[in-house]
């Protein structure tokens, strides 16, 4: 099992019962979140509209919500597309 562990995880037994941590340099954590602001604002409209979807459809349906659901949606999509979101990936 220990041959499935990702390149930046390393086991141990620590106060949380041994469950796997991230590799420390220097004694900090090393950073776990890449990308830019503008794409985490991105990402947080899309994941909002997914839940303003999701309320439209359990609440009825009420069509009208379900829509601006989607329309939030195209709208994180198109600034993710525009601020080249997949060039933050290093």
């Known amino acids: 099992m220990a041959d499935q562990l990702g390149s930046g995880m390393v086991t141990g037994h620590s106060a949380e019962g041994g469950q796997l941590s ?28 997914f839940v303003v979807g999701g309320f439209g459809l359990v609440l009825g349906p009420t069509w009208w919500l379900f829509w601006v659901g989607v329309g939030m949606c195209a709208v994180g999509g198109l600034l993710a597309l525009a601020t080249h979101i997949f060039d933050d990936w290093y």
């Open 22 to 49: 991230p590799v420390t340099e220097g004694g900090a954590a090393t950073e776990s979140h890449h990308g830019r602001p503008v794409s985490w604002v991105a990402v947080g409209i899309i994941m909002a509209a």
